[in-house]
C-alpha cells in the first residue's frame, strides 16, 4: 500500500513540470494518431454544437452522429472527464463564478474561438499543433494568426483594466470546493469518476465500439496531464507579449519537435495517410482564423482543450466559452457550406511534397527552433512586452 500512496502523492499531490507534460502530450498525440486520428477539440465542440441545434429543431442534417458516438466528441468527453477527476483526487476542484463581465469574456472568446476554428479547420490544438505536426502549411501559417492574434487580444485587455476598471470589479466566488486542502470527500468522487470511466469503456465494448472507448482512455490521460502540469498554450502566445516569460513556449516547442518527429515516421512509412490533417485552408483560412481565434482564446483566457480542461476545474467562466465555441462552430460551419465558402479559404498544402521528406522535416525544426530563439530572446531583452 506504501508503494500506491507513494505514486498517487507523485501524480496528485505534486505538480507535473511543464516540461514533462510537453513531452507526455506530444507522446500521447503520436500515440493517438496510431490508434485513430491526431488531437483535436474543434471539431468535437461543433458536433455538440450540431446536436444543440438539432434538439431545438434548428438542424435537421440526419447525419449527425450523437456526442457519445463522434469521435472528437467523445475525446473532449474523456479530456473534461480527465481533468475532473485529476483536480478532484487532489482536492483542487472548485466551482469558481466568476464576476459577470469576466462571464460574458468567456462566451464572447468562446464565440470568436468557434469562428476563427471553423476558418482554420481547427482549434489552436488540430489547425495548429496537430497541423504543424503533420507537417502541413496550413499549421506554420495558424501559428502567425494566433501570434498576431494574442497581441490584439492582449492589448484589449490591457486597454479594459485602464479604462474599465469598474466593469471588472468583484471577486472570483467559490461556491464548491477549495483550492487549498479542499474537502476530504473529493477524492473519494475522483475515484468514482475513474470507475465511472471504466465502466463506460466497458460498455463501448459491449456495444461494439471499442475504439471510442479508447478515445476516451486518450482523452482521460490528456485530461490529467493538462490539470497536473497546468501546460497551456494560450500562455505559450500571450506570455511572451505580456511578462516576456518564455517557459511555456519553451516547453511548447518541445512538444511539438517530438510530436512532429512522431507524426513524420508515421507518414513517411504509410502507417497514416500522408494527407491526415493537411487542411485546405492555406493561407488564407489559416492566418485570419487564427487572428480571430487568438483574440478569443485570451479573452476566454483558454483555447479549445484548454477551455475543456478548466471547464473540468469547475471554472464557470470556461464553461460560457465551451458554450460559445460549440455554438459558433456550429451555426458559422453551416453558414460557410450553404453559402459555399469554404472553397476560398485556401489549399491543402503537404510540405514534403514540395521540398522531400529530409527537407521538409528539417524546415518544420527551423521554424519551431527559430520560435524557441525569439522567445529566449525576448526574455532577456522585453522587446516584444506590450504597453
Known sequence: MSVVKELFDSIFRRPLSVWSAAFLLATLNILLFAYERPWTAAD??????????????AQSQSQILPPWLYSGSVLNFGLLIGALTSSLLSRQFAIRIAPPAELAKGLIGGLFMGVGAMLAMGCNIGGFY????????????????????????????????????????????????ALDGGPSLQPWLGGVCLLLVGFTVLMYARKGFEQRGGLLLFGLLLGIVLQRSRFCLVRAFREPFLTGDS?????????LLVSALGFSVLKSTDLRSVEAFVFPSFWQGSLFGGVIFGVGMVMAGGCGAGSIWRAGEGHVKLWCAVAGFAIAGSSFRGFLEQRQLLQFLGSAVFLPDMTGWPLGLALTIAV??????????NEKSRWLIAG
Open 44 to 57: 468535437g465542440l461543433r458536433n455538440w454544437g450540431d446536436w444543440f441545434f438539432r434538439m431545438l429543431g
Open 130 to 177: 496537430s497541423a504543424l505536426s503533420a507537417l502541413s502549411l496550413s499549421g506554420p501559417m495558424m501559428m502567425v494568426g494566433l501570434t498576431v492574434g494574442a497581441y490584439l487580444g492582449l492589448r484589449y485587455l490591457l486597454w479594459e483594466t485602464e479604462r474599465l476598471p469598474r466593469l471588472l470589479a468583484g471577486p472570483t466566488r467559490n461556491v464548491w470546493g
Open 247 to 255: 517557459e511555456m513556449t519553451r516547453a511548447a516547442v518541445l512538444s
Open 368 to 377: 519551431l527552433l527559430g520560435w524557441y530563439v525569439l522567445a529566449r530572446w
